[in-house]
């Protein structure tokens, strides 16, 4: 295989500012400011059931916070202490680095237990919320008119994203790509990924050409009978099988039959991991786009959030701190590990 390295002088460097306030933006005609810095960790003795979100537990306080920066409210109602299904909401769903990332960002997070009293039921009454019941997402604006739709379907990350994207385009906010790519990924998620393997002359330029198609959510490289090849897991209803092997035809990529004895290459994802990109937690689907991208000699950083970028420009601040790659890691783990 002949080794392929880049030259990465066009990467755009994130200045040092990443970690302090970013400047106000607009939302319809009233400033917010965007916090790019990695907030305090969550306190140890948070339930469980709120996820890693930092809220505030006054629906009046939020109110008047909201008013203040002139952000939406994302209201959770949350039955604390709570069912399984409460629990693997606040463990999954609202512990998604990402999605803990936009709903600090873009709201002001107000938590009401739906099975208490006192204010927490006042706030139940005005929004006419069931007590003791499964999650449920509310985003709106200071006067509690909703911006989208209530959101009951705790087991749908995707939903969640997607109702943050839409609250973001009715406030008038510009939606970050990064947002895009985890919904198209949570989504093809709960659809369903099919799996396909390639095989090729060079995997890693393989993986790379994949890694820019559309509908594509991850990609690996590895052998298979002797040869080297590329697993592609993709979403159905954007590309099919059949397009895949056309798109690739010219690039003298095959299909190759699924008879097991597949064994992973050691260094997935190759040109990124090339670069201080390895460092950076990404979701698959980011992972394939940026490494892509850094193959064609691109900066991948519009790909990133800004606490992503934070990350990035910290390891390159300190580049004596042998930051270890994130490449092929759990998001979680590996966002935790870099904020240290």
């Not at 002949?2 to 990467?11: I, N, R």
């Not at 510009?174 to 369903?192: K, N, T």
């Not at 992503?308 to 759990?330: M, T």
């Amino acid at each position: 295989m002949t080794f392929k390295l880049f030259s990465f002088g066009a990467l755009i460097i994130v200045g040092a500012t990443a970690f302090l306030m970013a400047p106000s933006r607009q939302m319809t005609g009233v400033e917010t400011n965007i916090s790019t810095a990695e907030p305090a960790p969550v306190s140890g003795d948070q339930p469980e059931e709120l996820g890693l979100v930092h809220w505030l537990r006054d629906l009046d306080a939020g109110r008047a916070e909201a008013q203040k920066n002139g952000k939406p409210i994302l209201i959770l109602f949350q039955e604390v202490p709570g069912c399984s299904n409460c629990t693997r909401y606040g463990n999954f769903t609202l512990s998604h680095p990402l999605i803990v990332e936009a709903i600090e960002t873009y709201f002001v997070p107000v938590c009401i237990y739906n099975n208490k009293g006192g204010k927490d039921g006042e706030a139940l009454k005005t929004f006419d919320e069931p007590a003791w019941n499964n999650p449920v997402v509310r985003m709106v604006r200071p006067d509690n008119q909703d911006l989208v739709p209530r959101i009951s379907n705790f087991n749908s990350p995707a939903q969640l994203v997607r109702g943050i994207r839409t609250a973001l385009q009715t406030t008038g906010a510009s939606v970050p790509q990064y947002l895009d790519l985890l919904l198209e990924e949570l989504a093809a998620r709960e659809i369903g990924l099919e799996t396909a393997t390639f095989s090729m002359s060079c995997f890693w330029s393989g993986e790379g050409t994949f890694g820019s198609i559309p509908g594509v959510i991850e990609t690996e490289p590895g052998y298979q009978d002797g040869k080297e090849v590329v697993k592609v897991q993709f979403n159905p209803t954007i590309v099919k099988k059949a397009e895949l092997e056309a798109l690739t035809q010219p690039k003298g990529i095959k299909t190759c039959g699924w008879n097991g004895g597949f064994r992973s290459d050691r260094e997935p994802k190759y040109y990124l991991a090339q670069t201080d990109y390895k460092c950076v937690p990404m979701t698959s689907l980011q992972a394939c786009r940026a490494n892509s991208m850094v193959g064609k000699n691109q900066s991948p950083d519009a790909l990133l959030s800004p606490r992503q970028l934070a990350i990035l420009e910290n390891v390159r601040q300190n580049p004596k701190s042998k930051a270890k790659s994130a490449i092929g890691k759990d998001l979680k783990k590996a966002w935790a590990e870099a904020a240290k």
